[in-house]
């Protein structure tokens, strides 16, 4: 019984250049980076209100920087052709078509609430009273 050497092929390993070599600890170290990045900008104790915006959009831009590393290099997407945006379309469309649907519950209290447990819980005076002062301001 004699064995024969498969040709290096036959195992799918013929397309090695399908996309380049990703230096991934290079990409770790961006990630640590920017970690840090955003630790640092936590830890401004600011007050004021104009500060402080650019202190939450320098975190939230880290965060955006940290999540295209992940997206691009370790998910593979930046190998993958144009078909990634077809398959994503339709959850675009769901998921700002859900922050439109959710708008009136979450964002927009168009309701007052009206809590039943407060109204037995208090004497009828106090009801009465509470009803001419409905804000409670």
Avoid: R
């Amino acid at each position: 019984m004699t064995h024969e050497a498969a040709p290096h092929d036959t195992h799918g390993h013929a397309d090695h250049g399908a996309h380049p070599h990703v230096n991934y600890f290079g990409i770790f170290i961006a990630l640590c980076i920017c970690t840090g990045l955003s630790i640092l900008f936590d830890l401004f104790d600011v007050k004021s209100g104009a500060m402080k915006t650019v202190v939450v959009a320098l975190v939230l831009s880290v965060a955006c920087a940290k999540a295209m590393f992940v997206l691009t290099y370790f998910m593979h997407l930046k190998f993958e052709g144009n078909w990634k945006f077809i398959i994503l379309l339709p959850t675009t469309i769901l998921a700002i078509g859900l922050m439109f649907a959710l708008a009136p519950d979450i964002g927009l209290h168009y309701y007052e609430p009206d809590v039943p447990q407060v109204k037995q819980t208090l004497p009828a005076a106090s009801i009465d009273n509470q009803d001419d002062h409905a804000h409670g301001h």
